[in-house]
């Protein structure tokens, strides 16, 4: 089971198998199974889904040292690569809202600074700690 959890919600992904969840009472339980996600939001209300392939394939992606894009902007993509990388993503207030979608080697940031250069231009800098995207 894939968990993970921001500020607003807290999240579970069957990737295979089946993964049993319970509630406050014994009573109260569900079998999951592969492709099924269980999200509780900041208020505890549940909810449950089925993911098809494509998002679970996505959503894993890091699993298997990945990081499959889905139209997030530049932004929120250098915010995946810096949580895996010591250097650092930097893209500049002009291209940080552009979205971008595609399948990285999550170790290899600058490959990434490159698909941005080659796709929405400008310029790239590095120093020893970071890739600046401008």
């Not at 807290?10 to 014994?26: C, F, M, T, Y």
């Not at 505890?44 to 889904?49: E, K, N, P, T, W």
């Not at 089925?50 to 929120?76: H, M």
């Amino acid at each position: 089971m894939l968990l993970y959890k921001d500020g607003n919600y807290e999240s579970g992904i069957v990737l295979e198998g089946h993964a049993s969840v319970k509630g406050q009472r014994n009573s109260e339980y569900k079998i999951l199974s592969a492709g099924e996600q269980i999200t509780r939001n900041q208020t505890g209300q549940i909810h449950f889904s089925y993911l098809d392939t494509e998002t679970l394939t996505r959503l894993s992606a890091w699993t298997k040292g990945q990081v499959s894009l889905d139209t997030q902007t530049i932004s929120e993509a250098s915010d995946i690569f810096n949580r895996y990388n010591q250097k650092q993503l930097v893209p500049s207030f002009r291209l940080a809202d552009y979205r971008l979608s595609g399948m990285f080697d999550l170790k290899r940031p600058d490959v990434f600074a490159l698909a941005v250069k080659a796709v929405l231009g400008g310029e790239i800098r590095e120093d020893g700690q970071h890739i600046y995207i401008e």
